[in-house]
T-cell receptor
């Protein structure tokens, strides 16, 4: 079974430009999460999709960030326009929907992350 | 509030035991996790413990939970060079919810 994949692995852009990050979850996983780790700080939750619907977007920092998951498969996270403080590692994770599986704790499987540097 | 605290660095001699400590604030946390991140890699789930458990052992890993003090620890027995990584303590209140992470403890192995 393939794991969570993310593209690109690295991105270096200038302030004001646009960047789109992509996440392909594990096949069959309804839950998809985006997290971000800014240098030296915690890994912070950004948002959670259940299939194509946004379940929780309380962690999105501002309206420069737009996440989509059309069709409930892969997801994109667009930053437009990018600012210096957006630099960090963006992680994606996916899991089964525990309401369907009945398991007490559905493991979130993380991708390798996209390292974004805004200059 | 949601807050997970852990020390940032730990140095241990190869062959010794490593103990990484963590405190959390949300008493309603149901699941507590330890994730490992090796250089250039993603987050790997090492182990997790339910809040109704005190201890969980898995080969060289032992997780201890003191729910009263909201304290979680990870012990790695016979620490090897391959254990060098950042270890993240994390909590989750409900299944399918977001995970709340600490800043990570960088484990450095001394020869």
């Amino acid at each position: 079974e393939a794991g969570v994949t993310q593209f690109p692995s690295h991105s270096v852009i200038e302030k004001g430009q646009t960047v789109t990050l992509r996440c392909d979850p594990i096949s069959g996983h309804d839950n998809l999460y985006w997290y971000r780790r800014v240098m030296g700080k915690e890994i912070k939750f950004l948002l959670h999709f259940v299939k194509e619907s946004k379940q929780d977007e309380s962690g999105m920092p501002n309206n420069r960030f737009l996440a989509e998951r059309t069709g409930g498969t892969y997801s994109t996270l667009k930053v437009q326009p990018a600012e210096l403080e957006d630099s960090g590692v963006y992680f994606c994770a996916s899991s089964h929907d525990s309401r369907r599986t009945g398991w007490r704790s559905e493991t979130q499987y993380f991708g390798p992350g996209t390292r974004l540097l805004v200059l | 509030g949601e807050d997970v605290e852990q020390s940032l660095f730990l140095s241990v001699r190869e062959g010794d035991s490593s103990v990484i400590n963590c405190t959390y604030t949300d008493s309603s946390s149901t699941y507590l996790y330890w994730y490992k991140q090796e250089p250039g890699a993603g987050l790997q789930l090492l182990t997790y413990i339910f809040s109704n458990m005190d201890m969980k052992q898995d080969q060289r890993l032992t997780v201890l939970l003191n729910k009263k003090d909201k304290h979680l620890s990870l012990r790695i027995a016979d620490t090897q060079t391959g254990d060098s990584a950042i270890y993240f303590c994390a909590e989750r209140v409900n299944r399918d919810d977001k995970i709340i992470f600490g800043k990570g403890t960088r484990l450095h192995i001394l020869p």
